[in-house]
T-cell receptor
Framework: DAGVIQSPRHEVTEMGQEVTLRCKPI?????LFWYRQTMMRGLELLIY????????DSGMPEDRFSAKMPNASFSTLKIQPSEPRDSAVYFC?????????????FGPGTRLTVL | GIQVEQSPPDLILQEGANSTLRCNFS?????LQWFHQNPWGQLINLFY???GTKQNGRLSATTVATERYSLLYISSSQTTDSGVYFC??????????FGKGTMLLVSP
């Protein structure tokens, strides 16, 4: 299996611009997670989906952030408008979440820089 | 929510040395994972170990769920082991909570 795929790997944009991050989970995994990593806050969960339905978005920092999962093989995280404090590495992860096995597998991340 | 504490925060080793990293957690868990974040930022799965002991080459891990801690052992360390080691836990099928990590530097 190819693993979790994220694109782009690096994104540099200017404050106020819209940013869209993309994720393809491992085939057959029912759960998809978006995490953000910063020096100040470490790795924190933003939102997760089960069978394409958002389950918990309490980690989404504010209304400028939105996430969608239109089908089992694709999810997006959008920031509009972007701000310099959004600069971070954004990870996507997926898991089969079976009753006795729910190891999460992470993508390579997208390093976002907002100038 | 569940609390995760990792120690030590930083560790410097000579190549060939052994080390033990510790992860304490505040509640019962049904998922515990160890990750290595390499210098390129990638999170590499090392172990899925909510209980028991596992070994993979020079690395091994033990989780004592009843006492709420896990240990990661690195033997005969190599420069490629450098990076940050994260412990992450989940309780009751909730999402992963990460510790702050142990930054390891292995010098030649």
């Amino acid at each position: 299996d190819a693993g979790v795929i994220q694109s782009p790997r690096h994104e540099v944009t200017e404050m106020g611009q819209e940013v869209t991050l993309r994720c393809k989970p491992i085939s057959g995994h029912d759960y998809l997670f978006w995490y953000r990593q910063t020096m100040m806050r470490g790795l924190e969960l933003l939102i997760y989906f089960n069978n394409n339905v958002p389950i918990d978005d309490s980690g989404m920092p504010e209304d400028r952030f939105s996430a969608k999962m239109p089908n089992a093989s694709f999810s997006t995280l959008k920031i509009q408008p972007s701000e310099p404090r959004d600069s971070a590495v954004y990870f996507c992860a997926s898991t089969p979440f079976e009753a006795d096995y729910n190891e999460q597998f992470f993508g390579p991340g997208t390093r976002l820089t907002v100038l | 929510g569940i609390q995760v504490e990792q120690s030590p925060p930083d560790l410097i080793l000579q190549e060939g040395a052994n080390s033990t990293l510790r992860c304490n957690f505040s509640d019962s868990v049904n998922n515990l994972q160890w990750f290595h974040q390499n210098p390129w930022g990638q999170l590499i799965n090392l172990f899925y170990i909510p209980s028991g002991t596992k070994q993979n080459g020079r690395l091994s891990a033990t989780t004592v769920a009843t006492e709420r801690y896990s240990l990661l052992y690195i033997s005969s360390s190599q420069t490629t082991d450098s990076g940050v080691y994260f412990c992450a836990v989940a309780s009751g099928y909730s999402t992963l909570t990460f510790g702050k990590g142990t930054m390891l530097l292995v010098s030649p």
